[in-house]
């Protein structure tokens, strides 16, 4: 038996009312474990494209994938685990902040290429992007000034180089160009 | 053409070819039902319970090949229309359910008789459609039956707002259906069609397992020329049944739960197996991990999900089942068996369970085999779940391709009197025999009423014994003879009940009158029941104790269980 582990699924899905109740029901029906999800639009009109993180083996992902494509709004499915990728989750961030200690926040914010996006009297608000560890280590750090608040979206991934990351570009005009790599964060 | 909601939704029905409809009105629909009248072509039966319209499509698009259309309104219209989506989406059959819907500005508001049925029925449909435009009708409508009859069938529902159906649009059909992610894949790869002839002509004990897929494929000619070509015996899946003569000299019958113990061994020896159309059941594998332990695997199937879902695939193909059997018929080099041949036929010898015990007693298990013998298996038989359907299986022998009508995936009761009545609308040549069980039987009997208003000759045999047959059967045998609401003391007269729906009926109580009475049956011209006192307390054998491996069978009464309940 092969170890569980996450996969990182992407899919291009129509963007039709109800769409994200019936893969989210497949997911609950067929007990799929799926710890994160996002969804947003794609670079093709009326085509949204979807990430999730689904905990369990090969087989667990093969089934998935296949149980995904029975979805008639569903239009391709791809595990891009295995590849290499850009992979980044959206935090804010409500912590207790002062006069005292502000600046020490401020350069925990600088290092992790956080934005202070909003200052009180003695709060602050984080925005902060990266992978799940970046964001969690910043939360660490964090935690000794006092966490109010948190809210953190899912997992969204693109395949980095020119390959497309929901399977071949559907149209002739996605902008396939090759991103610079921007991680070098702790 | 400028047209109402209603009048696009009949002019759709016409172009897809239908002919006719089960459903029952009510107030979110009732502007469908005020343009019928202008389609005369469009037939629909009035059904007693909605429930028994979705059955009755079924029914008729199982018969008939083609796809079955029930209606509904919105609310408890809609949700009746539930078990019978749900039967259908198990079985893949073919099925369009137009329901009604609260008009577009109520909706969500928990208006009258409103309730959220694409909701309800996503884990139940292929697809469905909630239409708030009434210019999107008619191209939704030709997507639903593409959905609906195409690749792995299913049921598709298209619930329609009551001003949706008011208001009014340009009417065009289209001629094409374009969807980005549904593409069924119909040929099989042409590699793995190779491979497959090649396990084929390496092995030593193949079998084939042939499903429902061969006969929603209409494959029936192909998978005799693979059979008889490479040599390889052919059992059939309770859905599969009818899918290949069963007095060839290949034929297997049933495996599985409650199927031949020596299909279950034959399996067990098998070192290949050439799955089609069939998804390896629980009821037919038992326990997984003791499955066909010495077989590698071929399996053919149209939904690429099914492949390697439960079993271990070695050669996957996906494909229609028409079109891969034709390949691989073709492929496949010709064969004698002659060890395995006659190690079969030592096993079933050995191991009779298709031999029906003696007795001198109403044994329902003669009612079928009578049946059988009377209509030479050439009518379509039609049953419900429990007993009766496992005797159904196993005693009568289907002869005529596509002539078992039964609920294999969720096992509904009640099915066996809508599907019917929707069958023998489908085929008005045909003789049909709906073998009921006393408990299922009573669960949709108003439509008897239907059968009689559209004076269609449905033979009714009822196998009545009082009991929850199968249920009695558990606990009987592993319940230690505890029995727990199982039995209907009080069942009403059958034979009056008929008559009073004006249905001729029969009774019979004793061996010597079974085929006097069927055959009086089938020469009335209307519809005819039935009722068979039979042996009460007989189970059904082989019994595969569930969460067991198929070779753990009870192959028939023993002492110890048999008397168990008596204390």
């Not at chain 1, 569980?4 to 799929?32: C, M, N, Q, W, Y």
């Not at chain 1, 200052?119 to 910043?138: F, M, Q, R």
């Not at chain 2, 009732?30 to 389609?39: C, D, N, S, T, V």
């Not at chain 2, 891969?324 to 041949?341: D, G, K, Q, S």
Request: include cysteine; hydrophobic fraction near 40%.
């Amino acid at each position: 038996m092969e170890a569980v582990t996450d996969h990182t699924i992407s899919a291009l899905v129509e963007d039709k009312p109800g769409v994200l109740a019936r893969v989210s029901g497949l997911f609950r029906r067929r007990g799929f474990n799926i710890s994160n999800l996002s969804v947003g639009h794609s670079e093709v009109p009326n085509l949204s494209r979807m990430t999730f993180v689904v905990q369990g083996d090969e087989f667990v992902v093969e089934q998935v994938t296949k149980q995904l494509y029975k979805l008639i709004d569903v239009v391709r499915v791809n595990d891009i685990t295995g590849d290499a990728k850009v992979a980044r989750e959206l935090a804010l961030v409500k912590v207790k902040a002062n006069a005292d200690n502000r600046s020490e926040i401020m350069q925990l914010v600088d290092i992790f290429r956080a934005n202070i996006v909003d200052v009180a009297a003695d709060t602050v608000v984080i925005e902060v992007t990266g992978d799940e560890d970046k964001i969690d280590s910043l939360f660490r750090l964090l935690k000794p000034f006092g966490i109010k608040e948190v809210m953190r979206t899912g997992r969204i991934a693109m395949v980095r180089g020119p390959a497309s990351t929901g399977g071949k570009p559907l149209t002739a005009n996605v902008d396939d160009h090759n991103a610079p790599d921007v991680e070098s964060v702790p | 053409m400028h047209l109402t909601g209603a009048q696009i939704v009949c002019e759709s029905l016409m172009r897809e070819g239908i002919e006719v409809m089960f459903g029952l009105p009510g107030g979110a629909i009732l502007p469908l039902y005020q343009a019928m009248p202008e389609y005369p072509q469009l037939k629909h039966i009035l059904v007693r319970h909605e429930q028994n319209a979705a059955h009755a499509a079924d029914g008729y698009a199982r018969a008939s090949g083609k796809v079955g259309v029930c209606i509904a309104t919105s609310g408890p219209g809609a949700t009746n229309l539930v078990t019978g989506l749900a039967t259908a989406m198990m079985d893949s059959i073919p099925v369009i359910a137009i329901t009604g819907q609260v008009p577009r500005g109520a909706i969500g508001k928990d208006a009258f008789q409103e309730t959220d049925i694409t909701g309800i029925t996503l884990p139940i449909t292929k697809h469905n459609y909630l239409v708030m435009h009434t210019a999107d009708l008619a191209g939704t409508i030709k997507e639903a039956f593409h959905i609906a009859r195409t690749g792995r069938p299913g049921p598709v529902l298209i619930d329609i707002p009551r001003d949706v159906l008011t208001e009014s649009a340009d009417f065009v059909y289209p001629d094409n259906v374009t969807l980005k992610g549904y593409k069924p894949t119909m040929d099989g790869n042409g590699l793995q069609i190779k491979l497959a002839a090649k396990l084929i002509a390496d092995a030593k004990r193949p079998l084939i397992l042939a499903g429902h897929g061969v006969i929603i494929a209409n494959a029936f000619d192909e998978l005799r020329e693979l059979a008889e070509t490479a040599q390889v015996p052919v059992i059939t899946t309770l859905l599969g049944i009818s899918s290949f003569p069963e007095d060839h000299v290949l034929s297997m019958g049933m495996p599985g739960m409650h199927g031949m113990a020596y299909n279950n061994i034959a399996i067990d020896r098998s070192d290949l197996l050439i799955a089609v159309g069939m998804r390896f059941d629980d009821r037919v594998t038992g326990r997984l991990s003791t499955f066909a332990p010495h077989a590698k695997v071929i399996h053919i199937d149209v939904d690429p999900a099914e492949v390697g879902k439960s079993v271990h695939v070695t050669v996957p193909i996906v494909g229609d089942a028409k079109r891969v059997l034709h390949a691989l018929a073709n492929e496949v080099t010709p064969a004698t068996r002659l060890e395995w041949l006659q190690e079969i036929d030592e096993l079933r010898l050995e191991h009779p369970s298709d031999r029906l015990r003696e007795s001198d007693k109403l044994l329902p298990q003669y009612v079928l085999k009578e049946i059988s013998d009377v209509t030479n298996g050439n009518a379509i038989v039609v049953t419900g779940v429990g007993q009766h359907q496992m005797w159904a299986a196993q005693a009568y022998t289907f002869r005529e391709p596509n002539s078992f009508i039964t609920s294999g995936g969720l096992g509904t009761m009640g099915f066996e009197v809508p599907a019917a009545m929707g069958a023998q609308v489908a085929r008005p040549d045909k003789t049909v025999w709906s073998i009921a069980g006393d408990g299922g039987f009573q669960m949709t009997m108003s439509e008897l009423a239907t059968i009689v208003e559209h004076q269609l000759p449905v033979k009714f045999a009822l196998i009545n014994n009082g009991y929850l047959g199968l249920v009695r059967q558990l606990q009987d045998l592993f319940e230690g003879g505890k029995r727990v609401s199982v039995e209907y003391s009080h069942n009403p007269d059958f034979v009056a009940l008929a008559e009073a729906f004006g249905i001729r009926a029969f009774r019979v109580t004793e061996k010597g009158q079974m085929r006097g009475a069927i055959l009086e049956a089938m020469a009335h011209e209307g519809p005819a029941l039935i009722d068979f006192r039979v042996e009460p307390e007989e189970n059904v054998y082989p019994h595969v104790p569930a969460g067991e491996g198929v070779t753990e069978m009870l192959e028939g009464p023993r002492p110890e269980t048999e008397g168990a309940w008596k204390r």
